[in-house]
């Protein structure tokens, strides 16, 4: 009987132990948004009606100068999850090859803390290809692009967090990131809480965002879950303002593009009387935030704060507002867009006190204490913070960042045309003025000749594609236009278009043709000829023709954000010969099939 007595007792009193080691673990929320700016966010004084950016407000310690390590959402979102430098975890863009499995990312420490982990993507550039996943029990980036949509919206993604925390991790702690590229997606619409639809424009995604974050912060609050929890609210980067003179977005290291917005609400060991609600005006970096996180799970990373380019931890502003830092600790930011492009090597720039040191091979030098929106460069040798360049210029050449030479005219001018241009049905005739316009002055652009081609196309303008056509000589253009404008002797040189009027269909002549989508629908519109089932192949030329389209549509909104996501290069925004063939006037009737379609799926 005694055994038995004392084997319950150990028993009980494990449990209890661990029952306090769960609950003395504080759960982690990270928040990453891209194009979130310091100045997004306005603090009042009053309680916001359902504002989640008003709850941060009033209970997160705010960093006034945070800056990201990197313009480019991967990188960033690599440093903050490895409290490391771009330079030190070898991710510089947003393409391949991902993260190396020999970077422990914070998820994977806290999957040895016993947290449970999940991730919850909003779309490109983050997928599991990145190497974020690393770490994450749940890492959930399967997101089904659709015409209405290629993203997934960060109030679903928020859904799909807190059923995860409700069926899988009951009173567990947990590590866990939501990413959310909706502010990006300036054209999509959006509904308030009332039902009423709001504008299109990025204040509208930005309001949305914020009624969702506090919809979001009100379930963690009623499921318990708030005060436990620190939660991480973080910009990626920024967007850059229509001021900025032949500036790149994604090349952009001025501060409206890289000085971004950062809370971070700790958790409580008990309710306090008053929350925390101050904030830090010393610089800090993303790479800051990784150390930090790091930090909140338990472990404490190698020292950091003697090297080229110091970081620290946050910990000590989360618990007083006073910081031991010094404002004239050099950050390092970067865009390596240029590099992934072949449009130029790295750009960088180095931040120190009040002085920001852009590594061009004109170096942009300004002091945004009194030059806030950085109008106005300096000389290098201003003597007033002479010092503090020399500094900058030592750290930049030591650690082989080469100065970056102007970008080629044609990149400057191929992207200059603003994101609701490309996205708004409304405004397609504008951007093929636009176009136009621009190839014009860049008649050796290839980019701007296909593009160009191709919304000339969608606006059945023949005459411009036949110009472009005969100019460049690409006969299958000329050929088209011409038909439609009513032309009897047009006449076209191609394999592919051969197979719609040959009398018959020999092997070799398929052969000939190297176009796969093209030859599905030489299988539909030939089907008699070929032996085969025309209802069959019509669905299988459909869904091919859907998946196309959907791929050009994604090519469309690269083109529109920047040219910032990797896909595809096998499908250029450019006319494909089945959408040439599907235009010609004989083919009206096969054209509203495909079309109508198209339709029925959301097209």
């Known amino acids: ?101 020999e970077f422990e990312l914070a998820s994977e420490l806290a999957i040895k803390q016993d947290y449970r982990t999940s991730f919850f993507s909003g779309g490109a550039p983050v997928f599991r290809r990145s190497g974020l996943n690393q770490g994450f029990e749940l890492f959930e980036d399967n997101i089904i692009p659709s015409f209405s949509g290629l993203f997934r919206p960060f109030k679903k993604n928020a859904d799909a967090f807190l059923q995860w925390l409700k069926h899988d991790v009951d009173n567990d702690a947990f590590f866990s990131v939501i990413y959310v590229p909706d502010l990006l997606f300036t054209t999509t619409e959006t509904v308030t809480d009332l039902g009423e639809t709001r504008n299109l424009s990025f204040e509208s995604q930005l309001d949305e965002l914020d009624e969702s974050l506090f919809e979001l912060f009100h379930s963690l609050k009623a499921t318990k879950r708030w005060d436990n929890t620190t939660v991480l609210l973080i910009g990626l980067n920024g967007h850059t303002t229509n001021d900025r003179y032949r500036e790149l977005s994604p090349l952009n290291l001025h501060g409206e593009n890289t000085q971004v917005a950062l809370f971070i609400k700790p958790s409580q060991k008990k309710k306090r009387d008053e929350a925390i609600n101050w904030k830090v005006d010393q610089n800090v970096s993303l790479v800051d935030v990784g150390r930090t996180l790091f930090e909140l799970l338990g472990e404490s990373l190698v020292d950091t704060t003697s090297g080229a380019f110091p970081t620290h931890s946050l910990l000590e502003v989360l618990k007083s507002p006073t910081a031991s830092w010094s404002d004239s600790t050099p950050l390092l930011i970067e865009s390596g867009w240029a590099l992934w492009r072949k449009a130029g090597p790295l750009r960088t720039a180095g931040i120190s006190n009040h002085v920001l040191l852009i590594n061009d091979e004109k170096p942009l030098l300004y002091n945004t204490l009194v030059d806030r929106f950085e109008v106005n460069p300096l000389p290098l040798l201003q003597e007033s913070i002479l010092p503090t360049t020399q500094k900058l210029q030592s750290l930049l050449t030591k650690g082989l960042f080469p100065p970056f030479p102007p970008v080629d005219s044609e990149w400057t001018t191929k992207m200059s045309l603003p994101f609701s241009r490309w996205m708004r049905t409304d405004q397609e005739t504008l951007l093929l003025k636009d176009l136009k316009r621009l190839l014009a002055t860049q008649p050796r652009s290839l980019d701007l000749l296909n593009w160009t081609a191709q919304i000339a196309l969608n606006q059945k303008d023949w005459e411009t594609l036949k110009q472009l056509g005969t100019k460049n000589k690409i006969s299958v253009w000329q050929f088209v236009a011409e038909k439609n404008l009513g032309s ?106 495909v079309y109508k379609s198209l339709q029925n799926e959301d097209y």
């Open 488 to 593: 009897k002797n047009a006449k076209v040189q191609d394999p592919c278009f051969f197979l719609l009027t040959s009398k018959e269909l020999e092997t070799e002549s398929l052969k000939s043709c190297a176009d796969p989508l093209f030859l599905e629908f030489t299988d539909w519109v030939r089907a008699e000829d070929r032996g085969l089932s025309k209802d069959t192949q019509k669905k299988r030329f459909e869904r091919s023709f859907r998946n196309y389209m959907l791929d050009q549509q994604i090519q469309r909104a690269n083109i529109a954000a920047g040219l910032i996501w990797d896909t595809s290069r096998d499908n250029i925004f450019a006319p494909s010969r089945t959408e040439l063939a599907l235009s010609l006037p004989e083919n009206s009737k096969i054209r509203s099939q």
């Open 1 to 101: 009987m005694r055994k038995i007595i004392l084997s319950l007792l150990i028993t009980l009193l494990s449990l209890v132990q661990l029952s306090c080691k769960t609950n003395d673990r504080k759960s982690v929320l990270v928040i990453a948004v891209d194009e979130l700016t310091s100045t997004d966010i306005s603090c009042s004084q009053e309680e916001g009606e359902r504002s989640g950016f008003q709850l941060l407000c009033n209970e997160s310690v705010r960093f006034t100068h945070a800056f990201t390590p990197s313009t480019l959402t991967v990188p960033a979102l690599a440093s903050v999850l490895t409290g490391l430098y771009p330079y030190q975890h070898k991710i510089r863009h947003n393409g391949a090859p991902g993260l190396a499995a």
